[in-house]
């Protein structure tokens, strides 16, 4: 969470992200992100699993990106 003020990611509030940062301990989501719809519910090893995998993807992408960026700005600087 940005500055830790109980905003959320996006400023709407706590239990709105992805539930990988501290507050959401990184391993489960609540049922209806904090808006008062009920009580947390934590993932089955399958769940998790599942999640991690599409992490892993997702930061996979992400890092593929940054290294494409990297090596334009490398070009353009000679």
């Known amino acids: 969470m940005p500055k830790f003020d109980g905003t959320g990611p996006s ?3 706590q239990r709105t992200g992805r539930g990988l940062g501290p507050c959401g301990g990184g391993m489960a989501f609540g049922g209806g992100y904090g808006r008062g719809y009920g009580g947390r519910r934590f993932l089955s090893r399958k769940e998790e699993k599942d999640m991690l995998q599409e992490e ?3 930061l996979g992408e992400e890092l ?3 290294k494409e960026r ?3 700005l490398g070009e353009k600087s000679k």
Do not use: R, W
Request: hydrophobic share 60%; charged share 15%; glycine share 24%.
């Open 64 to 66: 593929k990106a940054v």
């Open 11 to 13: 400023g709407l509030g």
């Open 70 to 72: 990297l090596a334009e």
């Open 56 to 58: 892993v993807g997702i």
